[in-house]
Structures are given as structure tokens and as C-alpha cells.
């Protein structure tokens, strides 16, 4: 999952109108709702973690953004970050974080735009990968606050969990457990 607590979609994929013009959404839009580290939702290979400012090339509108590689031959795209936390070239798993949720970009809010391309550079519906509905709405499950309330950690050692970079995944392995 693209979080590893709960988080809510405010704009799907596909046709939408943004500032009352048309506009095709190539991403989906997500915003973390019990924290804002942004996971990888495959395991891949970080091919770029940057932020263009040159307003000549579209992609600033992305802000910082990590693109991961996926060993499934997509390309994922995560955008509008306030800090990127992996650098080309690095491993990631599906749970490792990638960076913080932010406003960078072409962007009026803090969220997360979402993006999987195909082998072709076709974007596909980002939804199918985070096992969710292409809809508006609540998702996900607060596995660090189970997690929390079942071990009876305190705080502080919540926050030193929360610099570990597997932090999601365990939580959500302790979570079920
Ligand atoms: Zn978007």
C-alpha cells in the first residue's frame, strides 16, 4: 500500500476538470491521513529521485518526485514530495519508504499524485495497484496504531521505529500477526 496507515483518494484517475478546464488525470491522488511517508507499493529499483525547475520541461510540474522501476517492467511515479528519502540506484520493496507527502510542484495542497506507466509509456489506472477502488474515499488500515496499542509502546519509541526504512512493512507484519 502507497501508506501504511490510512490515507483518502481526492482525485481518481481518468477525465476530470481542474480549475474549470477539461483535463485528462494521467495519476490518482492521495493524501496520507495517519502519516505522511509514502511507501513503494512494488519492489523495484529507484531509476530517478529529483526535482526539475525548469519550467520548459513539464515535469517540474511534478515537483520532487521518486520514480521506481518495477521489476515488472512499469514505471511508478510519485510526485509532490516535501523530501525524497532514496537515491537512484537503491533497491526498494514493496512498504519501504520513499520520501514525505508535500506540496511541490503543480500542486494546491499537500497529497500525493500517483502514477504507473506500462512498458509502452502508456499511463494505466494507478488504483488496480493499490488494491482499491479508482474512487473517492477512505482506505487502508492504521497498522502502526495497532501496533502501538498491542505491544503498548510509548511515543518515543514509536518515532524510532518510524526512521527504520522497512517501518510499514513491519508494522503491517506485526499488525496481522
Ligand atoms: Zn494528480
Redesign the pocket.
Known amino acids: 500500500m502507497i501508506y501504511s496507515g490510512k490515507f483518502k483518494v481526492t482525485?481518481p484517475f481518468g477525465p476530470r476538470t481542474l480549475n474549470g478546464q477539461p483535463d485528462d488525470?494521467r495519476?490518482i491522488?492521495v493524501v496520507g491521513i495517519t502519516d505522511k511517508y509514502v511507501c513503494a507499493v512494488t519492489h523495484g529499483r529507484v531509476a530517478a529521485s529529483t526535482i526539475i525547475t525548469d519550467k520548459t520541461d513539464r515535469t517540474w510540474e511534478w515537483g520532487n518526485y521518486v520514480r521506481v522501476d518495477g521489476d515488472d517492467g512499469r514505471r511508478y511515479y510519485y510526485c509532490h514530495l516535501s523530501k525524497r528519502l532514496v537515491t537512484v540506484g537503491r533497491r526498494v520493496k514493496a512498504g519501504d519508504y520513499l520520501g514525505i507527502e508535500g506540496n511541490t510542484g503543480y500542486s494546491f495542497g499537500t497529497h500525493c499524485?500517483f502514477e504507473v506507466r506500462d512498458r509502452a509509456g502508456n499511463s494505466v489506472n494507478p488504483s488496480t495497484f493499490l488494491g482499491i477502488p479508482n474512487a473517492c474515499g477512505t482506505y487502508g488500515e492504521d497498522w502502526r496504531g495497532e501496533v502501538q496499542k498491542k505491544f503498548g509502546l510509548s511515543d518515543g519509541t514509536m518515532k524510532y521505529l518510524d526512521r527504520y526504512e522497512h517501518a510499514a512493512a513491519l508494522f503491517r507484519k506485526l499488525g496481522q500477526a
Do not use: I
Request: glycine share 20%.
Open positions: 482525485s488525470h495519476g491522488d499524485h
